[in-house]
């Protein structure tokens, strides 16, 4: 596609369940980040792909939090457990090896009742 | 841990005028740019600029760095109300490494 898209655009899940969130990135570009974003702040990294490496799990706030891509593509964000703190925007974003600009995808607006 | 801290945190000014944000950032960066982001959602790339750089231009933005003083600008030119929207200033160490953002400045620009 021409741009990272994410999916799903919201979601709002009860307290103490998991969720899924998805990210594909451009085409061909190597490095893949996870954001998040918590009302009226700037934004939180999260975790962070750099092709076949081990991922940068720094910035993961607790074993609740998970993330996979596969084949160097598309990547996962799994929330266990969710808890209302959680409730934030997680944005992806992706560059090529090349290039500093990041290109940021839509985000998932979660919301955790 | 976030890197900036953008000044002023609300600006709001007339169609027409310009727009000055500032950032101050903590640890050594290879480059620092500047986002845009509408409504909460995705961010759009603005302007980059490397720390050899003190100056830079594009369109109606000009960005300026101080590495000795481990701060930015943003300026925008004749503003519109299109500009309204939250700035973010990011800066990067290194290669690929993640942004490590500051809160943004939000902007708004009355017609």
Request: glycine content about 10%; some cysteine; aromatic content about 8%.
């Amino acid at each position: 596609g021409a741009g990272v898209s994410q999916s799903p655009s919201n979601k709002v899940t009860e307290k103490g369940k998991d969720v899924e969130l998805r990210c594909d990135p451009i085409s061909g570009h190597t490095a893949l980040y996870w954001y998040r974003q918590s009302l009226g702040q700037g934004l939180e990294f999260l975790i962070y792909f750099q092709g076949n490496s081990a991922p940068d799990k720094s910035g993961l706030p607790s074993d609740r939090f998970s993330a996979e891509r596969t084949g160097g593509s598309v990547s996962t964000l799994t929330i266990q457990r969710t808890q209302q703190e959680d409730s934030a925007v997680y944005l992806c974003a992706s560059n090529h090896l090349a290039g500093p600009e990041q290109f940021f995808g839509p985000g998932t607006r979660l919301t955790v009742l | 841990s976030q890197q900036g801290e953008e000044d002023p945190q609300a600006l709001s000014i007339q169609e027409g005028e310009n727009a000055t944000m500032n950032c101050s950032y903590k640890t050594s960066i290879n480059n620092l740019q500047w986002y845009r982001q509408n409504s909460g959602r995705g961010l759009v790339h603005l302007i980059l600029i490397r720390s050899n750089e003190r100056e830079k231009h594009s369109g109606r933005l000009r960005v300026t760095l101080d590495t000795s003083k481990k701060s930015s600008s943003l300026l925008i030119t004749a503003s519109r109300a299109a500009d309204t929207a939250s700035y973010f200033c990011a800066g990067r160490s290194s290669g690929n490494t993640p942004l490590v953002f500051g809160k943004g400045t939000r902007l708004s620009v009355i017609a």
